[in-house]
Each structure stands twice: as structure tokens, then as C-alpha cells.
């Protein structure tokens, strides 16, 4: 039977990601080490773990409001108004999805029609344009280079926009170049967008995970921005919650609105249990300044001080990330792309890295390397990631 005429031409042309390709050779390699995985190697909190259970026991187990719950609503409100200083109507402002992912699909199918243009910085996460053309969009690569931190430039921006343009995508702590945007950065960015008017849609699933002395800065938190951003965050991250799938949206009523029309008729909400896990963990850190997250991120920075030291001995050239857990060193200097490193990395000592042409074709000479994995891990394969270099 011939099934193409039942499959629609924008999914048939997709591309499967570039890293699940990796994931599965891994899967297949008992003995090989991965540091292809953006994933906390940290438990979930154990008061997030407990409430969870808890409530399961108790047979809480029933549909919540599909907004998501009241109280974690709140919470949402209160922790972005204390940590990033932006306020929030948690009953018309803040909408619980299953995951970030959820977020970034309901903001782009909500905001776009037919041949609008989404402006996305390249190298980033591998979602954004796949879920820009199921939309009915299309995606426009913002090239970013190391020479500029891997950070998107206002005046590129300005550069690509036209009567089309309706999105800026801002994925900050960026995924897979570990790179920030500053505060004088976004008041660049911001001027162009109000000037273009256009919308943002900035990612920040890894703001927890900024290793500056200021920390992340928030685009909505920058004058006239607020109300033409949508703020995407979640647990994955912060909280190590990657398999409890519970993200959130903040952002203007009227389009949140109409988000939550659609997560209505798809989703109808988040998991119960992952909301009240994600209700204990943001109490608790609430309550004690996120003390938990913060040894998470000191963890993660040793790990990012002693991968770029590593790197170094190997001959890799390599920018230093200041944010997320991911390193994206340059292979260019090997005459490979990075492709083909990652593919002889894996045949002749597997160890699994990501090419960096799976973000975009800005990163065709980098390779991406989490730095998610215990520090006995990290040294097993660093060791190994010399020995190939030292050979080529």
C-alpha cells in the first residue's frame, strides 16, 4: 500500500534530529561513553519526590485546571517576580505545559501563519525550526560565531527582518554553544524589535544555569518588552526534572489566551503529580533561596572548569560557555567537520559527542560535549578524546 498520500509534505520532508541519531548508535554500544545527553545527572528533589507520591497515594491523580493548578500558578508568578524581577498575573499571565517543548510548539502554532518568518540564531537547540514549518512558517538562520561569543547581534537581526518577519527566537543560556546574553546585548536586540515590531520567543529553560556574577537577564525585564515577549522556562533543568515534563509560558494575556485554546483541545494539562512535584520545589526554594539548585550549578561549573582545562590539553580550540552544561569546541583545526570527528571519535574509541552541524550550519565545524555526567565519567572519556586527537 502506498501511504504517501496519507502523509502530509511538510512532516514527510522533516529530518530526523541529528542527536536522537547519536542516542541510538549509543544504545546499541554497552561498553561506549556518551557525553551527547543534555540531561542533570542529579536526582529530582527529594521534598518535590515526596509531595508526588504522597499526593499519588491519596488518589490525587485527577485532571487539574488546564492552565495548570492555581497554587503552582502562583509560585511561577512569584519565583520569576523575586528571581528575574518580572511580574506575572498567574490567573491571566502564566499557562503549566507539558514540558518547555509544549511551549515553544503552542507560541509558534498560536503567533504564525502561512509564510511568516521566524528569525532563529544558528547554532541552536534542534526544535525551533521543525516546529516553525509544522506551523506553517518559515525558519530564517541568524549565523552566530564564536569570534562574537556565539551571541546572536543586534544589527544581524535587524538585517534579516522584513514585512514577514513575526518571531524572534532567543535561546539564552543558548543550547549548543553554552552562550548568554547580556544585559546590554538584549537592550540592542530589544530596540530592533520594537523598532521592527516583532515578537520574542525567549527560551529560557537554562536560565538557572548562568556561571556569570550577575546571572541571567530576562528580555521581558527590559523596557518595552514585556508585552510582546513570550517567557518559556520549565523544571527540566533547574530541577532535574526532564521526565516529569512540566514547563510553563509567561507572557501577554490575549496571546496566552489563545495558547491555552489550543493546549486545551491537544493536551488538556500537565500531569497532576509533576505539578505538585514542581509545587514543593518551588516552595522550598522559595523558602531557602534555592539552595539546591545552587549546589547543582556549582557542581556544574567545576565540571565546565575542569572540561575546558581537559579540552585545552587535547589541542581542541574551544570558547568558554558561561551558561547551560554544554561546551561547543572547534575541530576546524583538524580539517573534519564535525561530522566526521564525532563519527571517528565514536568508531575508534566510543565516546559519543553530537555534531555541531545538528544546530545548524553554524556549527558544522564544532562538536557539542555535555558536561551533564559525573566527573569519573568526564575524565574516562577526556582521557580518550585525547588519545584520538593526539593521533590525528
Partial sequence: MDYSRFIGKTVSELQPSGIRKFFDIVAESPDAISLGVGEPDFDTPQEGRDLAVRMIGKGVTQYSANKGMIKLRKLISEYYSSRYGIPYSPEKEVMVTVGGSEGIDLTLRTTLEKGDEVLIPSPS???????????????????????????????????????????????YPNNPTGAILEEEDLKKIAEVCIKRNILVLSDEIYSELTYTEKGHVSIASIEGMKERTLVINGFS????????????????????????????????????????????????????????????????????????????????????????????????????????????????????????????????????????YSIKDLTAALKKIKRFTDNL
Wanted: glycine letters at 8%; proline letters at 7%; charged letters at 25%.
Fill in 125 to 171: 537547540y534542534v526544535s525551533y525550526s521543525p516546529c516553525v514549518l509544522l506551523a506553517g512558517g518559515k525558519p530564517v538562520p541568524v549565523p552566530c560565531y564564536e569570534e562574537n561569543n556565539f551571541r546572536v547581534q543586534a544589527e544581524d537581526i535587524d538585517k534579516l527582518c522584513n514585512e514577514k518577519t513575526k518571531v524572534l527566537v532567543l535561546p
Fill in 237 to 372: 533543568k533547574a530541577f532535574a526534572m526532564t521526565g516529569w515534563r512540566l514547563g510553563y509560558v509567561c507572557g501577554p494575556e490575549p496571546i496566552v489566551y489563545c495558547m491555552y485554546k489550543i493546549h486545551q483541545y491537544v493536551i488538556m494539562c500537565a500531569p497532576t503529580p509533576s505539578q505538585y512535584c514542581g509545587i514543593a520545589c518551588l516552595e522550598s526554594g522559595l523558602e531557602d533561596g534555592f539552595a539546591a539548585v545552587a549546589r547543582m550549578k556549582e557542581q556544574y561549573d567545576f565540571r565546565r572548569r575542569f572540561l575546558l582545562n581537559e579540552l585545552k590539553k587535547a589541542g581542541m580550540d574551544c570558547f568558554e560557555p558561561q551558561g547551560a552544561f554544554y561546551a561547543f569546541p572547534s575541530v576546524k583545526k583538524f580539517n573534519m567537520t564535525g561530522e566526521e570527528f564525532a563519527n571517528e571519535l565514536f568508531r575508534k574509541e566510543k565516546v559519543a559527542v553530537v555534531p555541531g552541524g545538528a544546530f545548524g550550519d553554524s556549527g558544522k565545524y564544532n562538536v557539542r560535549i555535555s558536561y551533564a
